[in-house]
């Protein structure tokens, strides 16, 4: 059973950076061939991408967010974390990272951290 | 603005069956394999159905998923007040090389 969890601070100050962690266990990192992601959800909004990850460090970025936005990974860790600089109060919202398990041509998000709210505010 | 666009809400009655459509277009839907999340209040989206149409283990024959051209629908017969939630469909977009969802559907089962 593949288990994410999110940690970080709960309030960042406007301009500065959110910086989230997600540790992941039940699953590595390191074997290859699932993306490792996060997505953000404001208050009574939707579902929101901003980027995933391989193993081997490659990303994606949503392209709204892409300026802002970086992931990296730490294989001996089993974590994978999240950097957006800049930040303002259209950035607050649950952040979730999850697994994103890929089979022959076709992947899927199966499993999901339980989110962790980040608010920015002075 | 989401890229996938599902209608804001629908409701029925308990055990009626209920549809939620999910409009893309080639560059997701009509290229990609779309998966279905539900979310209860307060809780983290729980995948529903994966490669248009495939419901993972523990998931009831109740959920169902189809797509055809660049649209894709989730169907749910027999329904409860449990499975009152949101709805949000899935995929990859290949123009935008990124991840896009629906904007999310709200059932309520009145």
């Known amino acids: 059973q593949v288990q994410l969890h999110e940690s970080g601070p709960g309030l960042v100050e406007p301009s500065q950076t959110l910086s989230l962690t997600c540790t992941v266990s039940?699953?590595?990192?390191?074997?290859?061939?699932?993306?490792w992601t996060w997505i953000r959800q404001p208050a009574g909004k939707g579902l929101e991408w901003i980027g995933r990850?391989?193993?081997?460090?490659?990303?994606n970025y949503n392209p709204s967010l892409k300026n802002r936005v970086t992931i990296s990974v730490d294989t001996s860790k089993n974590q994978f974390s999240l950097n957006l600089s800049s930040v303002t109060a259209a950035d607050t919202a649950v952040y979730y990272c999850?697994?994103?398990?890929?089979?022959?041509?076709?992947?899927?998000?199966?499993?999901w951290g339980q989110g962790t709210l980040v608010t920015v505010t002075s | 603005q989401s890229v996938l666009t599902q209608p804001p809400s629908v409701s029925a009655a308990p055990g009626q069956k209920v549809t939620i459509s999910c409009s893309g277009s080639s560059s997701n839907i009509g290229d990609h394999y779309v998966s279905w999340y539900q979310q209860l209040p307060g809780t983290a989206p729980k995948l529903l159905i994966y490669?248009?149409?495939k419901r993972p283990s523990g998931i009831p024959d109740r959920f169902s998923g189809s797509k055809s051209g660049t649209s894709a629908t989730l169907g749910i017969t027999g329904l409860q007040t449990g499975d009152e939630a949101d709805y949000y469909c899935g995929t990859w977009d290949s123009r935008l090389t990124a991840g896009v969802f629906g904007g999310g559907t709200k059932l309520t089962v009145l």
């Open positions: 990850i391989l193993s081997v460090g490659s990303t």
């Open positions: 039940g699953d590595s990192i390191s074997s290859g061939g699932h993306y």
């Open positions: 999850a697994r994103r398990y890929c089979s022959s041509d076709s992947c899927w998000f199966d499993s």
């Open positions: 490669d248009n149409n």
